[in-house]
């Protein structure tokens, strides 16, 4: 009877040691298929194939990561045009810059000294229309919304510039050496005005179109524009958030 039950005693403590030892080796196994997959799941191709495998082994996964998609895209869509800074902009043509090139417009026959002031508006923002499916990731493990905006641009297509102010418009014929003074001479003919002015238009545009460009150059007011532009989506997508989301937002540059 003794021997019998240190036998029996003896193979519970080998099927308690072999259970062990099974655990142990399960564990391992785990640790390193993680280690694995994750790094695997780096190369672009085996990363694609990891992440089709875990749509068809997950697919309530894969639709709830879909239909978050199409909402968040349709929110972001939904904005249109996202305008995040207006400028007044302000310029001044002197007519005595530019001596030779009129001169030549006006055939050598009257001399000009002008000044003139100009002023442009210009809105910059994102086209959020731009926003594609492919912009928008959901990680549903990690319970995370990465977008990828379009860059700040300038909205306005067309730039207007507007004459706002004259000064001392002052003509001189070259062939009666005489000065005519102010909008209502009658010796100044007035296509050579409209020519004048036509001249000077075309400069202004220029100088405020290349001003404006310039304007979004400027590193402090991008960064003043992507930060408005960042806290706006945060605050459209604060549902999600809500939910328990993060929110990552990067730009297209």
Same mark, same amino acid.
């Given at each position: 009877?003794?021997?019998?039950?240190?036998?029996?005693?003896? =193979?519970?403590?080998?099927?308690?040691?072999? /259970?062990?030892?099974?655990?142990?080796?399960?564990?391992?196994?785990?640790?390193?298929?993680?280690?694995?997959?994750?790094?695997? =799941?780096?190369?672009?191709?085996?990363?694609?194939? %990891?992440?089709?495998?875990?749509?068809?082994?997950?697919?309530?996964?894969?639709?709830?990561?879909?239909?978050?998609?199409?909402?968040?895209?349709?929110?972001?869509?939904?904005?249109?045009?996202?305008?995040?800074?207006?400028?007044?902009?302000?310029?001044?043509?002197?007519?005595? +810059?530019? &001596?030779?090139? /009129? +001169?030549?417009?006006? +055939?050598?026959?009257?001399?000009? +000294?002008?000044?003139?002031?100009?002023?442009?508006?210009? @809105?910059?923002?994102?086209?959020? !229309?731009?926003?594609?499916?492919?912009?928008?990731?959901?990680?549903?493990?990690?319970?995370?919304?990465?977008?990828?905006?379009?860059? %700040?641009? /300038?909205?306005?297509?067309?730039?207007?510039? &507007?004459?706002?102010?004259?000064?001392?418009?002052?003509?001189?014929?070259?062939? /009666?050496?005489?000065?005519?003074?102010?909008?209502?001479?009658?010796? $100044?003919?007035?296509?050579?005005?409209?020519?004048?002015? @036509?001249?000077?238009?075309?400069?202004?545009?220029?100088?405020?179109?290349?001003?404006?460009?310039?304007?979004?150059?400027?590193?402090?007011?991008?960064?003043?524009?992507?930060?408005?532009?960042?806290?706006?989506?945060?605050?459209?997508?604060?549902?999600?958030? &809500?939910? =328990?989301?993060? $929110? &990552?937002? @990067? !730009?297209?540059?």
């Amino acid at each position: 009877m003794y021997f019998v039950v240190r036998k029996f005693q003896g =193979g519970g403590r080998n099927l308690m040691k072999n /259970l062990w030892n099974f655990l142990l080796l399960l564990i391992v196994l785990v640790v390193l298929f993680t280690v694995i997959f994750y790094y695997l =799941g780096k190369v672009p191709v085996i990363g694609n194939v %990891i992440s089709l495998l875990s749509k068809l082994l997950n697919p309530f996964k894969h639709r709830v990561e879909v239909n978050i998609i199409g909402s968040v895209l349709y929110d972001i869509q939904q904005i249109g045009f996202l305008r995040l800074a207006t400028v007044l902009m302000e310029d001044v043509v002197k007519t005595s +810059d530019y &001596e030779y090139e /009129l +001169d030549s417009i006006l +055939d050598g026959k009257y001399t000009v +000294d002008g000044i003139y002031i100009y002023r442009s508006k210009a @809105s910059y923002g994102i086209d959020l !229309f731009k926003v594609e499916q492919n912009d928008v990731i959901i990680d549903e493990s990690q319970k995370k919304i990465t977008i990828h905006l379009p860059p %700040i641009e /300038l909205l306005d297509s067309n730039i207007n510039v &507007e004459r706002s102010e004259t000064f001392n418009e002052n003509f001189k014929s070259k062939i /009666l050496g005489t000065f005519e003074v102010g909008a209502i001479d009658k010796w $100044v003919p007035l296509d050579i005005k409209e020519k004048v002015k @036509s001249f000077c238009d075309e400069k202004a545009r220029e100088k405020l179109t290349e001003n404006i460009k310039y304007y979004i150059m400027s590193e402090d007011k991008y960064s003043e524009m992507k930060t408005l532009a960042e806290r706006y989506i945060r605050n459209l997508l604060s549902p999600y958030t &809500e939910k =328990g989301y993060t $929110v &990552e937002i @990067s !730009f297209k540059e």
